[in-house]
């Protein structure tokens, strides 16, 4: 799987956007950008992902560049309970074999606060 | 999404004995995994548990610390063997869900001493 960088930590203010930036720029044609957040003491959630058009759902929104070698995760309104670690990262999507498997960086740590 | 209840949540455990660690899915699941979270870190994949044959390790991880198991396609476990304080960690199985990618379970919050 590409690499991702992503900063350590950002902070938000409750009910602003928290806008949260990964690089992957050596990503393949075939790898989908996958986020998922880990709240303090769970197991990671799944948040997102996509290949190459914008995708939204209702936890998030993906913006990724025309290049790919980019991407932005958006939640619209933070609240407190948005406070995790946010991992970034690539997969390929073809199935079979190592192709499953998820490699996890150290993520971005979101602090939401009142 | 595929529901995971995982066993036991957290344990406290004495040096020199062995964990095992269950993993129970609501639904038939082809891939499973199991990771380790130590400390202030991120995860790292310890193996992929097939159903019907040997799990596949990751580099720095051996069958004979970490022995595992999967006799179906709703059930895992996994075994640490020989505890160390350098084992205590947070373990996390997962399973590959077609509709979102991946689903973990709560964990496993080990504590050796």
């Known amino acids: 799987d590409a690499k991702t960088t992503q900063p350590t930590s950002m902070d938000c203010a409750e009910g602003r956007a928290a806008n949260l930036p990964c690089n992957h720029s050596t990503i393949s044609g075939n790898e989908y950008v996958y986020w998922y957040r880990q709240i303090h003491s769970q197991g990671p959630q799944y948040i997102i992902h996509g290949l190459k058009n914008n995708e939204t759902n209702e936890m998030a929104s993906l913006i990724i560049t025309e290049d790919r070698k980019s991407s932005t995760l958006i939640l619209p309104h933070a609240t407190l309970r948005d406070t995790a670690v946010y991992y970034c990262?690539?997969?390929?999507?073809?199935?079979?074999?190592?192709?499953?498997?998820?490699?996890f960086g150290k993520g971005t740590l979101l602090t939401v606060n009142p | 999404s595929a529901v995971i209840s995982q066993k036991p949540s957290r344990d406290i455990c004495q040096r020199g004995t062995s964990l095992t660690i269950q993993c129970q899915v609501d639904?038939?699941?082809?891939?499973m995994f199991w990771y380790r979270q130590q400390p202030g870190q991120s995860l790292t994949l310890i193996a992929t548990?097939?159903?019907?044959?040997?799990?596949?390790?990751e580099s720095g991880f051996v069958i004979d610390k970490f022995p595992i198991s999967r006799p179906n396609l709703t059930f895992s476990t996994l075994t640490v063997s020989n505890m160390s304080p350098e084992d205590s960690s947070i373990y996390l199985c997962s399973v590959v869900d077609s509709n979102y990618g991946y689903t973990f379970g709560s964990g496993t919050r080990l504590t050796v001493v």
């Open positions: 548990a097939n159903q019907g044959s040997e799990a596949t390790y």
């Open positions: 990262i690539v997969r390929v999507a073809e199935s079979g074999g190592s192709n499953y498997k998820l490699t």
């Open positions: 639904s038939q699941v082809t891939m």
